[in-house]
């Protein structure tokens, strides 16, 4: 009986992890790359070299990247302790009520 219960508990463990780390720091790094995509192929951004280029994306993924893992993890905790319908209905009306 209690291995059962050690079982269970180190699955709700890894499932926390998952989702208060993995989740977030992958979708983070989607947003940061896409961001990154836009800026150089879009905005036509250019560095002079590449230590540049590296002390300026290491400064923008500390602050901008901190910024986004946080909503991001906000978001997936909500998208999935709640139904998905629910969810994106209070979204919109609190977007539509302001």
């Not at 990154?36 to 879009?42: A, E, G, N, Q, T």
């Not at 036509?44 to 994306?57: C, D, K």
């Amino acid at each position: 009986m209690y291995k059962r219960t050690k079982f269970t508990r180190i699955r709700i463990k890894i499932l926390q992890f998952f989702e208060l780390v993995i989740l977030p720091i992958a979708i983070s790094g989607l947003i940061m790359l896409f961001l990154f995509w836009i800026s150089i192929d879009l905005l036509g951004v250019r560095f002079s070299s590449w230590e540049q280029m590296a002390v300026i994306l290491i400064v923008i993924i500390l602050l901008i990247g901190g910024i986004i893992f946080e909503f991001s993890r906000i978001v997936i905790k909500r998208i999935l302790h709640y139904p998905t319908l629910d969810f994106f209905e209070k979204i919109f009306k609190k977007l539509f009520k302001k």
